[in-house]
């Protein structure tokens, strides 16, 4: 049975995308830590990360470092973080997530957040990479 994210990918279930390329998508996950907290996944469905082939982890961070920066600029912070947690979807994805403390990293009790939220943080997170206005 494929994993909710390769439905997403797929198109079966909605997302809102802000990455898409033939290795891997980024797209707003739908219980966000903070606004612009994002999901970057691999097409391939693949469990745990360790099991990635070397050439898709270099990409994913690849992919990762580009959209860290243009998270800075759509949601001002001091740092972005990088989760992989991995135990509640068994398809590989890291977490970026803009934070100001450790306190802003946090995987239990989450709000799902509105589809307008979603959309309005990931046209953001568009803008910011083409170099856009980010408002």
């Known amino acids: 049975m494929a994993s909710i994210f390769t439905r997403i990918i797929q198109g079966e279930l909605p997302g809102h995308f802000v990455w ?67 135990l509640e979807v068994p398809h590989v994805h890291i977490h970026l997530v803009p934070i100001d403390a450790m306190q802003d990293i946090r995987v239990e009790g989450l709000a799902q957040a509105q589809p307008e939220e979603l959309a309005d943080a990931a046209s953001r997170l568009r803008g910011a990479l083409s170099g856009g206005s980010t408002a």
């Open 20 to 86: 898409e390329d033939e290795q891997c998508v980024a797209l707003m996950t739908l219980n966000p830590m903070k606004p612009g907290h994002l999901l970057v996944i691999p097409r391939e469905e693949i469990d745990h990360w360790d099991d990635l082939p070397a050439e898709l982890v270099a990409h994913l961070m690849a992919v990762s470092q580009k959209l860290a920066k243009a998270l800075k600029r759509a949601f001002p912070c001091e740092r972005v973080g990088m989760l992989v947690v991995g």
